[in-house]
């Protein structure tokens, strides 16, 4: 099990380890910042999980108009859908396109028995607990 994150919060089981494939299809889930959900997502390259705000350094656009699909057809590039920025799946840095030089905000994911999780870490939270908090 994972250590927890942010003010103790347990971290946030995601997947189990094989739904997220080299290259493959992503995995979207939700996060709190300042009360604002905002979406996120994981993928797996090069044999490690990485996760980022599902946001462009662009435009605050979601990167995947295909739910999940946040690769580009080779598998070596993160792209998003609306302008075509190309990012490093491993450092989330933009690499081609119109924000080069910026980058996606990257979360701490982590894998551990089978399973991928997400450690919330300053300033983002949980969805479910922020209700309130
Ligand atoms: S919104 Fe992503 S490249 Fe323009």
Not at 50 to 72: I, S
């Amino acid at each position: 099990m994972p250590e927890a994150g942010v003010d103790g919060i347990a971290a946030q089981f995601l997947c189990s380890a094989e739904a997220l494939v080299d290259g493959g299809v992503g995995v979207r889930f939700t996060v709190d910042f300042d009360r604002r959900q905002m979406a996120a997502f994981a993928v797996r390259f090069d044999g490690a999980v990485h996760g980022y705000l599902n946001q462009c350094a662009h435009v605050p656009m979601e990167l995947d108009w295909q739910e999940g699909q946040f690769f580009e057809s080779s598998g070596l590039y993160l792209i998003c859908a609306t302008h075509g920025a190309m990012y490093e799946p491993d450092s989330g840095q933009c690499v081609g396109g119109p924000c080069r030089g910026a980058s996606l905000t990257k979360l701490r994911i982590e894998e551990h028995d089978g399973k991928v999780f997400w450690v919330p870490e300053a300033p983002y939270r949980p969805a479910e607990l922020a209700v309130g908090a």
